[in-house]
């Protein structure tokens, strides 16, 4: 089946710096990569997607890239803020979602 | 807020008992799930519905049955609770395979805890 890496496990970064999270996969045959955020005792909510057929997409401060021949997907925070903080996930989706393992980010003011 | 929403919130029970988990969702998606957030925050599939019908079942123990009255509804039994099922059970739903519509919905989830 499907595996999902993700890194790092915990990131710090000063309040308006950015904030990268990789992810690596195992199917090439995805073409589905969602990322969620989950704030303390809250359900995950999608915050960026991306299809296969693209490398980029931006949404505001937040981006993803995708590199299909690597296997890899990362995540782009830029003028991170307090609210920012929260776990990551990177996930991989056919017909299920397959989670990496989580970013917990911290926004230090 | 209210698209898939999960009852109850909060579940306290003891070793042994048998409990059970409600979903509901009113986005109209044909598939619902129940992932399972453990200690650690690791967030794993057990279970996908598609129009009422299983499709996946990732090796959960079988003490755990879901079930699908209809597309809107997915619950989860679990019998015979053990200290090692407490975790958060998230339900999701998904419009469909289609461009668009494979964004997945997750509700509030459960915080099951067993003594």
């Known amino acids: 089946g499907e595996n999902v890496e993700q890194h790092p496990s915990t990131l710090s970064v000063q309040e308006g710096d950015s904030a990268v999270i990789k992810c690596t996969y195992s199917d090439s045959a995805s073409n589905y990569f969602p990322w969620y955020k989950q704030e303390l005792g809250k359900r995950p909510q999608l915050i960026i997607d991306i299809r296969s057929n693209v490398g980029e997409k931006k949404d505001q401060r937040i981006a993803v890239t995708l590199n299909k021949t690597a296997k890899h997907f990362s995540l782009h925070i830029t003028e991170t803020q307090p609210e920012d903080s929260a776990v990551y996930f990177c996930?991989?989706?056919?017909?299920?979602?397959?989670f990496g393992t989580g970013t917990r980010l911290t926004i230090i003011p | 807020d209210t698209a898939v929403s999960q009852t109850p919130k909060y579940l306290v029970t003891q070793m042994g008992n048998d409990k059970s988990i409600k979903c509901e969702q009113n986005l109209g998606h044909d598939t619902m799930y129940w992932y399972k957030q453990d200690s650690k925050k690791f967030l794993k599939i057990m279970f996908s519905y598609n129009n009422k019908e299983l499709i996946i079942n990732e090796t959960v123990p079988n003490r755990f049955s879901p079930k699908s009255p209809d597309k809107a509804h997915l619950n989860l039994h679990i019998n015979s609770l053990e200290l090692g099922d407490s975790a958060v059970y998230f339900c999701?739903?998904?419009?469909?395979?289609?461009?668009?519509?494979?964004?997945?919905?997750f509700g509030p989830g459960t915080r099951l805890l067993v003594l």
């Open positions: 999701a739903s998904r419009g469909g395979a289609t461009i668009g519509a494979e964004t997945q919905y």
């Open positions: 996930a991989v989706a056919d017909e299920k979602l397959t």
